[in-house]
């Protein structure tokens, strides 16, 4: 009986501290809303009983942000966010009275603010978007372009707190939106610091997790562990630690009750993007990747799939020194916690820490566009989300003999985290898309539009290769590019989100890793012509054949002519051959050259 009047008291308490917390973030909202309202409303006196009425507010905190607009805006933008508001409670109040587990209730709770928080948002960016299409109705005015630029910056930054505020699912989601290109810049650009900053869980909670999943406390599992978190991520932590054996390990933790507030948050976004879709439907058309998103956190959410990915790749590139992934310690490893090597090694981003470890930030590009090059023409099986925390850079433990006696330079070595998330690329797809950058190499227009279109359909038949093509859109004249545009259908958000939803999904997926992988490369000094001759050559191998145990290879347009197949291989020797030629003689000057004495 004292057990669970014990219980009943602890859950009891945590019910009024959430309620608190909830009723604390509103009475913070609705005063920061007032406030707001207090600057535009021109007068003191109404300023000051601004302020002093919204501290009696309680859930109808919103309907302030709409003081000075018209009552049917009003109404329609504060309506849907309040039902969002409410459905999300009544949805953590319909969940905890299901939950058995205690910390299932307590995630669940806890999420009502982050809900709160996040339906905030929604109200304010709604209403300042219907505010920039009343006072600026041309959106082809110079004026509504700088404004709504405008308008875009300060609600990216606003959602950026959000985020971080609200953690887990949030940041997740942000990260997603920062790499696709149908999202504005403004936002892309603000959220992707999302990439980096995530604070690290409380070790209480990793304790916690510890005992669930391997039966035994840190002290026990482990010969030494440290507290602090080494690194956190959206969904876990990562703390080092050393076995009994000597070996020093990385463990990585999913947050307490991660998957009950998964549950929760998911919905509340869900929530949200239908709001935003119904109010805006000429702009906001990326419900599709809240899907892709939920399809991808059960994935991600299973450590013991993130093992097998890790030995998949690994048996895909056996035999080459300059890839590998962490060794995974199976007896320390569950669905929620994973015990790997320990690796050493700076960021695929940071070019000092190279060049302090005589590693060449050039030599690591190249190396990077073929690692994922090979991926994804020849295994057809690619790491989803390689930014560059998930991608350390060391000298290689054995150097070749051209790095050891002809350069001063050290081999590079990439080793790749996270493995969480990958994508396995359809057969015919890979074969389609290794002859589309075949047929870049030969500059076959009509080849690559026919292959275009047997990929992304007739709407992006054309715009497909243009995207795709070393250069991009920027190499296309303006008029040539507003033509491609209006052929596929594509004048606003709206549309080229609706473009994107109707592609295949793996071949979104592509892109957004590739636009990651270039973004990187490119950052590291790899000029185009790296990521033609690179991507070609493994294009050229995975064109060749068919992974189906009984498929054939299906050339398009002029592929099917043997002849223009050995014309592009005979291209891509000669591409490869001269680009060898090129570096060894520059290393072999570098290496002849005195070195300058020092005084």
Same mark, same amino acid.
């Given at each position: 009986?004292?057990?669970?009047?014990?219980?009943?008291?602890?859950?009891?308490?945590?019910?009024?501290?959430?309620?608190?917390?909830?009723?604390?973030?509103?009475?913070?909202?609705?005063?920061?809303?007032?406030?707001?309202?207090?600057?535009?409303?021109?007068?003191?006196?109404?300023?000051?009983?601004?302020?002093?009425?919204?501290?009696?507010?309680?859930?109808?905190?919103?309907?302030?942000?709409?003081?000075?607009?018209?009552?049917?805006?009003?109404?329609?933008?504060?309506?849907?966010?309040?039902?969002?508001?409410?459905?999300?409670?009544?949805?953590?109040?319909?969940?905890?009275?299901?939950?058995?587990?205690?910390?299932?209730?307590?995630?669940?709770?806890?999420?009502?603010?982050?809900?709160?928080?996040?339906?905030?948002?929604?109200?304010?960016?709604?209403?300042?978007?219907?505010?920039?299409?009343?006072?600026?109705?041309?959106?082809?005015?110079?004026?509504?372009?700088?404004?709504?630029?405008?308008?875009?910056?300060?609600?990216?930054?606003?959602?950026?707190?959000?985020?971080?505020?609200?953690?887990?699912?949030?940041?997740?989601?942000?990260?997603?939106?920062?790499?696709?290109?149908?999202?504005?810049?403004?936002?892309?650009?603000?959220?992707?610091?999302?990439?980096?900053?995530?604070?690290?869980?409380?070790?209480?909670?990793?304790?916690?997790?510890?005992?669930?999943?391997?039966?035994?406390?840190?002290?026990? %599992?482990?010969?030494? $562990?440290?507290? &602090? *978190?080494?690194? @956190? =991520?959206? #969904?876990?932590?990562?703390?080092?630690? !050393?076995?009994?054996?000597?070996?020093?390990?990385?463990?990585?933790?999913?947050?307490?009750?991660?998957?009950?507030?998964?549950?929760?948050?998911?919905?509340?976004?869900?929530?949200?993007?239908?709001?935003?879709?119904?109010?805006?439907?000429?702009?906001?058309?990326?419900?599709?990747?809240?899907?892709?998103?939920?399809?991808?956190?059960? %994935?991600?959410?299973? $450590?013991?799939? &993130? *093992?097998?990915? @890790? =030995?998949? #790749?690994?048996?895909?590139?056996?035999? !080459?020194?300059?890839?590998?992934?962490?060794?995974?310690?199976?007896?320390?490893?569950?669905?929620?916690?994973?015990?790997?090597?320990?690796?050493?090694?700076?960021?695929?981003?940071?070019?000092?820490?190279?060049?302090?470890?005589?590693?060449?930030?050039?030599?690591?590009?190249?190396?990077?566009?073929?690692?994922?090059?090979?991926?994804?023409?020849?295994?057809? $099986?690619?790491?989803?989300?390689?930014?560059?925390?998930?991608?350390?850079?060391?000298?290689?433990?054995?150097?070749?003999?051209?790095?050891?006696?002809?350069?001063?330079?050290?081999?590079?070595?990439?080793?790749?985290?996270?493995?969480?998330?990958?994508?396995?690329?359809?057969?015919?797809?890979?074969?389609?898309?290794?002859?589309?950058?075949?047929?870049?190499?030969?500059?076959?227009?009509?080849?690559?539009?026919?292959?275009?279109?047997?990929?992304?359909?007739?709407?992006?038949?054309?715009?497909?290769?243009?995207?795709?093509?070393?250069?991009?859109?920027?190499?296309?004249?303006?008029?040539?590019?507003?033509?491609?545009?209006?052929?596929?259908?594509?004048?606003?958000?709206?549309?080229?989100?609706?473009?994107?939803?109707?592609?295949?999904?793996?071949?979104?997926?592509?892109?957004?890793?590739?636009?990651?992988?270039?973004?990187?490369?490119?950052?590291?000094?790899?000029?185009?012509?790296?990521?033609?001759?690179?991507?070609?050559?493994?294009?050229?191998?995975?064109?060749?054949?068919?992974?189906?145990?009984?498929?054939?290879?299906?050339?398009?347009?002029?592929?099917?002519?043997?002849?223009?197949?050995?014309?592009?291989?005979?291209?891509?020797?000669?591409?490869?051959?001269?680009?060898?030629?090129?570096?060894?003689?520059?290393?072999?000057?570098?290496?002849?050259?005195?070195?300058?004495?020092?005084?």
């Amino acid at each position: 009986m004292s057990a669970s009047c014990l219980a009943w008291a602890k859950s009891t308490s945590a019910y009024f501290h959430i309620a608190a917390k909830s009723f604390s973030t509103l009475q913070s909202l609705a005063i920061s809303s007032a406030k707001h309202t207090a600057v535009h409303a021109g007068s003191p006196k109404q300023s000051k009983s601004t302020v002093l009425q919204a501290c009696h507010f309680s859930c109808n905190y919103s309907s302030q942000a709409a003081v000075n607009v018209q009552p049917t805006v009003k109404n329609r933008l504060s309506l849907p966010f309040a039902l969002t508001a409410l459905s999300a409670g009544a949805a953590a109040v319909y969940f905890v009275s299901r939950a058995d587990d205690d910390v299932a209730v307590f995630a669940t709770l806890h999420s009502i603010p982050r809900t709160l928080q996040a339906a905030w948002w929604g109200a304010q960016a709604s209403l300042a978007y219907k505010q920039v299409m009343a006072q600026y109705p041309d959106t082809t005015s110079q004026e509504h372009k700088d404004f709504i630029a405008q308008t875009h910056q300060q609600l990216a930054t606003k959602l950026l707190h959000v985020c971080q505020n609200n953690g887990g699912v949030y940041i997740k989601a942000a990260q997603t939106f920062s790499t696709i290109q149908a999202v504005p810049k403004e936002y892309r650009k603000t959220l992707e610091v999302l990439q980096d900053q995530v604070e690290p869980g409380p070790v209480e909670d990793v304790a916690q997790v510890l005992q669930r999943e391997l039966g035994a406390p840190a002290s026990q %599992l482990f010969a030494e $562990f440290e507290p &602090e *978190a080494r690194a @956190a =991520a959206s #969904l876990a932590q990562v703390h080092k630690a !050393r076995l009994h054996d000597g070996r020093q390990v990385a463990v990585k933790v999913q947050y307490l009750g991660l998957e009950a507030a998964v549950a929760a948050d998911m919905a509340t976004l869900s929530a949200l993007s239908t709001v935003a879709a119904w109010l805006f439907p000429k702009s906001f058309e990326l419900g599709w990747v809240l899907d892709d998103l939920r399809r991808n956190l059960a %994935l991600e959410l299973d $450590f013991r799939l &993130e *093992a097998e990915n @890790a =030995a998949k #790749l690994m048996h895909f590139f056996r035999g !080459r020194r300059n890839i590998t992934a962490p060794a995974v310690i199976p007896e320390l490893s569950t669905k929620r916690v994973i015990t790997m090597e320990w690796v050493e090694g700076c960021r695929a981003n940071d070019q000092e820490s190279m060049q302090q470890a005589s590693i060449r930030p050039k030599d690591v590009a190249v190396l990077l566009l073929d690692v994922f090059a090979e991926m994804t023409y020849v295994h057809g $099986f690619v790491h989803a989300d390689p930014h560059p925390g998930n991608i350390l850079v060391r000298p290689a433990p054995h150097q070749g003999f051209w790095w050891r006696h002809f350069t001063k330079w050290k081999q590079p070595q990439l080793v790749l985290l996270d493995h969480g998330l990958y994508l396995t690329i359809p057969d015919k797809l890979r074969q389609q898309y290794c002859q589309l950058w075949c047929s870049f190499v030969v500059q076959d227009h009509q080849t690559a539009v026919a292959l275009g279109t047997a990929i992304a359909g007739k709407r992006g038949g054309e715009l497909l290769p243009a995207i795709l093509r070393p250069g991009g859109l920027k190499q296309v004249p303006p008029e040539e590019r507003k033509r491609l545009r209006s052929n596929a259908g594509v004048d606003n958000l709206g549309d080229l989100g609706k473009l994107l939803e109707a592609l295949p999904r793996s071949l979104v997926e592509i892109l957004k890793v590739s636009a990651t992988v270039r973004s990187t490369a490119s950052m590291l000094g790899a000029p185009v012509t790296d990521r033609l001759r690179v991507n070609a050559v493994h294009a050229l191998h995975g064109m060749a054949y068919s992974k189906d145990a009984e498929g054939a290879v299906e050339y398009i347009g002029d592929l099917q002519s043997r002849t223009t197949r050995m014309r592009i291989s005979a291209a891509i020797c000669a591409l490869r051959t001269w680009s060898w030629l090129s570096a060894t003689v520059k290393d072999i000057h570098i290496w002849l050259r005195p070195q300058p004495t020092v005084l």
